[in-house]
């Protein structure tokens, strides 16, 4: 009878193992205020996601520096933008209405 704990555990390791070693990518949150990004620079896992915020009074954006990976529309007051990160990378992002704000996104294995 010494077995069938074992096997019950092995079986519990095949089963859940993958998932339970395999941690969650955490989100992250950057806050827009006074024409700025509040985090300029964030790091993240792959598979995170990233949401920013507008807490300021004027609308603002959220474009890929290369034009195509990620964009927003324009956030009023109050609106958010989220993106997921799946690949490794540094990706650089800035304000269309207002270029002077730029922020990086960097993603890689923890």
Known sequence: MIRTPFI?????VLAFGPSLSRA????VTVKIANFAFAAP????A??????WVNDDEEPH?????DGKSFRSK???TGDTFSFTFMSAGTFGYFCSVHPHMTGKV???AP
């Open 46 to 51: 792959p598979g995170a996601t990233v949401t």
């Open 106 to 108: 960097v993603v890689k």
């Open 61 to 65: 954006t959220i474009v890929a520096e």
């Open 74 to 76: 324009t956030l009023d």
């Open 8 to 12: 019950a555990a092995f079986v519990a």
């Open 41 to 44: 620079t964030v790091t993240v």
């Open 24 to 27: 969650q990518a955490a989100p």
